[in-house]
Every structure is written in C-alpha cells, then in structure tokens.
C-alpha cells in the first residue's frame, strides 16, 4: 500500500499553541514526537511508500520531521502552492500512482492508540479495496459527539452520511448501535478511486489531472524522492470541497470497516485534554506552557501559556478559539495567528527577540548551504550583526561576505539576500528600523522554494 498523507491546515482550533506556520500536527506533544511523526511511524509498517501532501508554508516541516524518523525512506510530496480541500488533495496524490495500486488515506494529525486494532481494520480496509470498493473507516463512538458527521451503516455496507447532529440526535445514534464518526480516513485502489471521481466529479477530475500534468516535478530534495509542486493557477481551478462532499457521499461503491481503535482527532483542547496528563492540585484543567503554573481552587479550566500569547477558556467552549483567530486575523495583530516568536523556516529560523515603536529585533539562524529568498522592503532598513558563522550578503548588484562580528546595513527599497555559504550555521542578530515591521513587509523577487 501506498499512504497517501494529508498534511495541510491551519491550526486554529489550538492557538495560540498551533499557528498558521506550525499547525497541530508538526508540534511535538506526545514523547517528543508530533501527530505528523506518529501518522507516519504508524503506517510505515503497512505502507512501502508514502505520497506528503502539503503546501509551500509547511512541506519543509513534514521534510524535517520525517528525516528524524526511520521512515523517511520511499517517500514523496505533493506540493500545493494554494489549498483546495481533500478532494483536490488526494485527486493530485492519485495521479501520480500506479492504478493497480492500493492507497491508505490518512489525515496527518489523528491520535489512534490501539496498534493491534489498528492493523486489523487496516487488513479488514484492504481486502474489500481489492474488491472494488472506495472503503472508509468508522469509529465505534465512545460518546454523542456533536462536532463529528456520522456514518450509518449495514454490516460493512455505508446506507448513509449524517452531518454533524444535536445532542439528541447524537444519543440515539449511540442506542442505535450501527452509526459510526467519520474519522476521515480511506483505504481504495487508485484506478477504482479515480474513476469514481470521474463518474461523480468530472470537474475535480478534469482539472486536478490537468494541473498534476503541468506540475513541475524536481528530483531529491531532502528526504523526498522527489517534489511535485503544482502551479497555483492550475490549483485555483480545482473545486474547493472536501472529499466526502465530492465523492464518498454520492458513491454507491462505498464500505465501511468499523474501527475499534482509540481514535482521537484531537481537534480542541477539549480533546486534547483527555490526551495529556493532570499533574494539578486542582481537577479537571489542561495546563499547557513552558512556565509552571500555580492553580487554587478552579476547575474545568484550559490554560495556554506561549511566548506572545495567552488562553484561558472553560472547558467545554474551546471550540470557540477559531472565533478569536478569525477577530486577530482581520486586526493589527495579525502576525499572532500566522506565527509564533520563533518560527521555523525551509533556511532555518527566526525568533522575535523585542518589538517597539518603530523598531524589531530578531536573532536569525540560517543552515549550511541555505538562503532567503531575494526580496525587498518598502518601509524599514535592518541592520545585520553575524554573530558566529559566515553570511554571504547581496545587495542590489553587489555580493559580499560578512564574518563573525561584522555587520551591514540594508536600506530600505534595497534588493538584498542572505546566504550561508558555509558548513556550520550562520547566526546573526538582525534590527529592523522603520514605521512598519510587520512580516507582510517583503517583496519577494525570487523565491527558491527548496532552499528558502
């Protein structure tokens, strides 16, 4: 088999833990090992290959985080330059794969804890695939869940789709005792897939192969076997809609394996609570941050501690954080939700070390053999100080390397580039001095997506 693995989104359901630039399921929250590693790490087993599907913002993180892992090898990855859903995502992963073949669908940022359930509905999933059917994966509720769809079913057979239902609803689901949450995964074969997808939708078909011809296909790049990124408008053409809405929903070609597995979305920081430890005089809290954090006498609480920002929610209502990240996203703090004081980038890192009126400052670690993109900036000049390695600096027409203890200085509206030529990491502290210094500050005239 062949996992395909979906690795987009946008981590606003767990802000300010999760960002734009670091959704949920790249943070390490389980044995230092995030959603992403344990998704992989978990079908490796089953799977002699692996398809990524992720987007220019995030493609290095499931790069990185795999080259930790023993699994990293046979693996590839879809590079969508704008998201359009799991129906365009899995479409693109399927043209690129034999038809004969057998593919696992699997989000990128589930929990499942029972390992040997787990291999036993995925044997279950296979052998109905290679009778021909589009095969999805219902997980016996342990709870009315309202924040899931529903699968009804006969034996293995899929008789319907529920959308996400009222309490009352959700209990008599449970009593029913053949209604199962819809966990999002799939097991198919490629040629069967695809040419359901043409019967049901032709659109998402039509112009996912098209944009997957156009693709522009580079060769080794890090762990991946090779990188497949799709132009952006040949992406902007395909249908944005989920791949049940698509397809799974109006096949009649559909099976369902009920899965015992312990399965989490972990999709608030309700759920995520049932996840992590209480190690608190007080009961029932989740407690999330790098400081210790001193309770008296409250329950029921979800505490989130980061460098910039700070949660604090009833337990019960964490589904309502996506409402304060669509407020931040529209206002002057922005940046909040995109990023966190340090953020990882394909060159390496930044971390915000100060902001003031006019003025920012940031320490910048570039890897070996890495560089920015080149760009410029209509309203701050920055300063650069190396601090340890060696900086290749261009500016405009001129290139020229800066060592240790050295500094140059960009003006603004200047073309510039930073590069690390050498073989150790380049730090340097960078002062940024204008009236705006927010990060959509950049002009990018050449982006080198693989490098940086």
């Known amino acids: 088999m062949t996992n395909i693995i979906l690795s987009g989104g946008s981590g606003t359901r767990l802000w300010p833990l999760s960002r734009k630039l670091m959704p949920k399921q790249f943070i390490k929250l389980f044995d230092n090992k995030s959603l992403f590693q344990l998704t992989a790490k978990r079908n490796a087993p089953y799977c002699k290959n692996s398809v990524i599907v992720s987007n220019e913002q995030q493609y290095f993180l499931a790069m990185e985080q795999l080259e930790e892992l023993d699994e990293a090898k046979n693996s590839s990855c879809i590079l969508e330059t704008v998201g359009r859903n799991t129906a365009a995502a899995i479409a693109l992963a399927a043209f690129g794969l034999d038809s004969e073949s057998i593919a696992l669908v699997t989000p990128s940022d589930h929990l499942i804890k029972n390992k040997k359930g787990y291999g036993d509905v995925l044997q279950k999933a296979r052998d109905l695939a290679q009778k021909g059917f589009l095969v999805t994966f219902g997980i016996k509720p342990a709870y009315p869940e309202t924040g899931f769809g529903y699968i009804e079913a006969d034996g293995f057979r899929v008789k319907s789709f529920k959308e996400k239902p009222d309490v009352k609803t959700a209990e008599e689901y449970i009593k029913s005792g053949n209604y199962y949450w819809n966990s999002g995964m799939f097991c198919f074969k490629i040629g069967i897939f695809l040419q359901e997808l043409k019967k049901h939708a032709a659109n998402i ?3 996912a192969s098209k944009a997957f011809e156009n693709a522009k296909t580079d060769g080794k790049t890090g762990c991946f076997e090779k990188l497949v990124r799709i132009d952006i408008q040949d992406m902007m053409r395909i249908d944005d809609i989920s791949i049940d809405y698509a397809l799974i929903e109006k096949s009649s070609n559909v099976a369902v394996v009920p899965s015992d597995i312990i399965w989490s979305d972990v999709g608030s920081f309700d759920a995520l609570s049932l996840e992590m430890p209480q190690n608190h005089d007080s009961s029932n809290n989740l407690i999330l941050a790098d400081k210790e954090v001193a309770l008296i006498d409250v329950n029921d609480l979800i505490v989130v501690d980061t460098k910039d920002a700070l949660l604090i929610s009833k337990k019960g209502s964490s589904q309502k954080v996506k ?4 407020q931040l996203g529209q206002g002057a703090k922005k940046d909040l939700t995109a990023l966190h004081v340090k953020a990882s980038r394909p060159w390496g890192t930044y971390e915000v070390l100060e902001v003031g009126d006019g003025y920012k400052i940031k320490k910048i670690e570039v890897k070996p053999n890495k560089r920015l993109s080149l760009q410029k900036h209509f309203h ?18 001129k290139s020229f390397l800066v060592r240790e203890n050295e500094s140059t200085y960009i003006k603004s509206g200047d073309i510039h580039r930073l590069e690390n030529p050498g073989k150790i990491p380049l730090v340097l502290i960078e002062a940024q001095v204008g009236k705006y210094t927010g990060e959509d500050d950049i002009v990018r005239i050449e982006d080198d997506f693989k490098r940086g």
């Open 205 to 207: 078909y039509d112009a």
């Open 380 to 397: 701050r000049n920055e300063h650069w100080i190396v601090v340890s390695g060696t900086a290749k600096v261009t500016i405009n027409d």
């Open 323 to 326: 409402d304060i990240v669509a």
